[in-house]
């Protein structure tokens, strides 16, 4: 099966210019992942769907960041403004069940 | 709220012999329990998972961990390291919150380095 796909690999932007990345999850997974890696550092969950729903956000900085998965396939998350600080590989994961999670290859994120 | 700790940023061993990379968790409910390594530049691939059942649990290259609930550990293992074992690894819980939330939480990882 495909895997989660997620662009851009890269990006480098100037911090308080804005940033959206795009996961488009495996067929079929309802539930849906975005984590946040700094480096040195593990995954930090930042939001997580449930089909075109959200069920948990409580570690989403809702001042800048936001995510949306409109018809409950692809997701965007979005950066506005970014800050230094926020310089970081966005992971991409979905799941079918609870014991299943597969991630994307991430997009690394530097802000200058 | 549930948390991971992974003993020792760094592990180094020798090609050939035994991998132990720790792993200490606390959770409110009976734990969904992973192992994930992650190569440069690359997303995470799962090693291993522990849901119910056997409390060994075998994965992929050879690795298996051991769920201890009176210890609270998931401790990783490989009897015999290859080169291409070297990477970074993280140990990660679910433990299933109310409302269908059931996002991991992550150790800070551990780097595996090894020796020829």
């Known amino acids: 099966e495909a895997g989660v796909a997620q662009s851009p690999r890269y990006k480098i932007i100037e911090k308080r210019q804005s940033v959206a990345f795009w996961c488009n999850p495996i067929?079929?997974?309802?539930?849906l992942y975005w984590y946040q890696q700094i480096l040195g550092q593990g995954p930090k969950l930042l939001i997580q769907?449930?089909?075109?729903?959200?069920?948990?956000d409580s570690q989403l900085p809702k001042d800048r960041f936001s995510a949306e998965r409109l018809k409950g396939v692809d997701s965007t998350l979005k950066i506005q403004p970014a800050k230094l600080e926020d310089s970081a590989v966005y992971l991409c994961?979905?799941?079918?069940?609870?014991?299943?999670?597969?991630f994307g290859s991430g997009t690394r994120l530097t802000v200058v | 709220a549930q948390s991971v700790t992974q003993l020792g940023s760094h592990v180094s061993v020798s090609e050939g012999a035994l991998v132990l990379l720790r792993c200490n968790y606390s959770s409110s409910v009976p734990p969904y329990l992973f192992w994930y390594v992650q190569y440069p530049n690359q997303g995470l691939q799962l090693l291993l998972k522990y849901t119910t059942g056997a409390t060994l649990v075998k994965g992929i290259n050879g690795f298996e961990a051991e769920f201890k609930k009176s210890e609270t550990s998931f401790h990783l293992t490989k009897p015999s390291a290859h080169m291409s074992d070297a990477a970074e690894y993280f140990c990660a819980v679910s433990d299933k919150l109310g409302g269908g939330a059931d996002g991991l939480t992550f150790g800070k990882g551990t780097h595996l380095i090894i020796q020829p």
């Open positions: 769907f449930q089909n075109n729903g959200v069920v948990d």
């Open positions: 067929s079929g997974h309802a539930t």
């Open positions: 994961a979905s799941s079918f069940t609870s014991d299943g999670y597969t």
